[in-house]
Structures are given as C-alpha cells and as structure tokens.
C-alpha cells in the first residue's frame, strides 16, 4: 500500500469522514460488530458492477489484452480493429433484441394474440444471435491469426479460466 494512504485511512477512520466522499465505491466502508470493512456490493443479473463489461467482458479489452498477452504495437492497431467491430456488431444485436422485444409486445397487447407477428419477433432475434455468432467466431479466427502461439495459450488460458468472456 502507498505509505500516504496509511495516513489518510488512519485520519479519516478516526474521524469518521469515510463515508460518502472517500472514493469507496457505491457502499463505501461500514461498521459491524466493531470491525469495519469493506461492504459488497450486489450485482443483479446482467449488472457486471465495477468491472464493468466490454466487448471480451472486461471494462477497457483493448488495454486488458494488450497487456495480459504482451502485444507489440501492430498487434495493438489489429486488435483494435477487431474489437471495434466486434463492438458495432454486439450493439447492433442490442437494438435488434429490443426490436425483437417490441415485436412480442405486440403481438400480445392485442385482443388475441398473433403468432405470426411474434414468430416474426423470434425470428428476428435468432438471426441477430447468428449474427453475433457469426461475428464472435470471425473475431478469434482474427485473433488467433494475429497471436504468436505463447500469446495464443494465455489467451485460451484467460478464456478457460472466465477471466476474459467470449
């Protein structure tokens, strides 16, 4: 730990001026038992909380795999350009999963119900999930033509392991 953090944490411990403004998060610090400690924050379901989630499932990929799998400057411009329209493509499949939301609610908001208006719906988000696919395996095919075999393991090693999200 920095040595100036000692004495900022002891200061404000003593203090109690930890709370909201010192930088802790969404639940900053709370007192149990005598014990104070770090509150935990819970996700709810599709929420990645500070992490955050991008393209490969972290917050920044581009930085996240530059610097786990030790790429040199070309390899960087590349990535970039994979991960960009990796992006586009992922929010693309976004609109098309709210279209394809909208179309359900229509086809149940009406005095009966139309099955092939929600077919429709379906069939909309299906061709976005191939697409996705589609586009999501386009990206590693990329990634493993770019990646040097020691940098491929530690790729499949990240992936293996959940750290980074396919």
């Given at each position: 730990m920095y040595?100036?953090?000692m004495h900022w944490w002891t200061t404000h411990r003593r203090?109690?001026?930890?709370?909201?403004?010192?930088?802790?998060?969404?639940?900053?610090?709370?007192a149990h038992g005598g014990h104070a400690g770090w509150s935990q924050r819970q996700a709810a379901p599709g929420d990645f909380g500070d992490l955050g989630a991008g393209a490969f499932g972290v917050r920044r990929p581009l930085?996240?795999?530059?610097?786990?799998?030790?790429?040199?400057?070309?390899?960087?411009?590349?990535?970039?350009?994979?991960?960009n329209a990796l992006k586009t493509e992922r929010a693309q499949a976004e609109v098309d999963g709210r279209r394809a939301m909208a179309g359900l609610a229509d086809a149940v908001a009406g005095s009966t119900f139309d099955p092939q208006a929600a077919a429709d719906?379906?069939?909309?988000?299906?061709?976005?999930?191939?697409?996705?696919?589609?586009?999501?395996?386009?990206a590693l095919g990329e990634l493993h033509a770019l990646l040097d075999p020691e940098q491929?393991?530690?790729?499949?090693?990240?992936?293996?392991?959940?750290?980074l999200q396919v």
């Amino acid at each position: 730990m920095y040595p100036g953090m000692m004495h900022w944490w002891t200061t404000h411990r003593r203090h109690h001026e930890w709370r909201s403004h010192a930088g802790c998060g969404a639940g900053g610090w709370r007192a149990h038992g005598g014990h104070a400690g770090w509150s935990q924050r819970q996700a709810a379901p599709g929420d990645f909380g500070d992490l955050g989630a991008g393209a490969f499932g972290v917050r920044r990929p581009l930085r996240f795999l530059a610097y786990k799998l030790h790429l040199d400057e070309t390899q960087v411009a590349e990535l970039a350009r994979i991960l960009n329209a990796l992006k586009t493509e992922r929010a693309q499949a976004e609109v098309d999963g709210r279209r394809a939301m909208a179309g359900l609610a229509d086809a149940v908001a009406g005095s009966t119900f139309d099955p092939q208006a929600a077919a429709d719906a379906a069939a909309v988000r299906v061709r976005s999930a191939e697409r996705l696919r589609d586009a999501v395996l386009k990206a590693l095919g990329e990634l493993h033509a770019l990646l040097d075999p020691e940098q491929r393991a530690r790729l499949a090693y990240l992936i293996r392991t959940g750290t980074l999200q396919v």
